[in-house]
């Protein structure tokens, strides 16, 4: 559920166009050709010590291909979601606001964390160059992971969020 309130500034919280559609080009591509490899490999394989005959290979190969058909469908929800998603972080005078953390990160719900409950904010290094908006608050832990905001919003999101504290009564509207 979106949440009405009056924002000072709203950021766009999706992956970026150019990633997600190859990352629609290269899920597929990859599956096809495991696919190939399932139907035509004629060896077997060693797989870390493990010797596969060729049939226990294709078995194998046909296994990971068929998994990852389903990733199909989670790739489409993400390029959809790219370029008609709707989710946010927004900063209002005296809350933040972003979507709720889900397991598949997809949530279209938000939720609202009153400034005053924000007990420390940090930037940290995530996976490769990725970066991540590390925020405590008094029920525990949220991150914003940087490839879901533009970079510039990235950092203007962790620079107004830095000052947010419980103990420093930051000026939260900047």
């Known amino acids: ?11 766009p919280y999706r992956i970026g ?11 597929p591509s990859g599956t096809l050709v495991i696919g190939f490899f399932a139907l035509h490999a004629r060896e077997g394989a060693n797989l870390r010590g493990i010797g596969l005959s060729p049939d226990q290979f294709r078995l194998m190969l046909g296994v990971v291909g068929l998994l ?8 489409g929800q993400i390029v959809v979601d790219s370029f008609v998603g709707s989710r946010r972080v927004a900063i209002t005078r005296d809350s933040l606001i972003l ?16 400034f005053e409950r924000i007990q420390a904010v940090g930037i940290a290094p995530f996976i490769g160059k990725t970066r991540i908006i590390r925020i405590v608050h008094d029920d525990g832990v949220i991150a ?8 510039d919003d ?3 999101v962790g620079e107004r969020l830095r000052g947010v504290s419980a103990r420093d009564g930051g000026d939260h509207r900047r």
């Open 1 to 11: 559920m979106r949440i009405s309130k009056p924002v000072l500034r709203e950021y």
């Open 17 to 27: 166009r150019g990633p997600a559609v190859a990352m629609a080009i290269l899920i």
């Open 68 to 75: 990852s058909l389903f990733s199909w469908f989670l790739m």
């Open 99 to 114: 979507p709720r953390p889900s397991r598949s990160g997809m949530s279209k719900d938000e939720v609202e964390l009153p």
């Open 144 to 151: 914003i992971p940087g490839n879901m905001l533009r970079r």
């Open 154 to 156: 990235f950092d203007e």
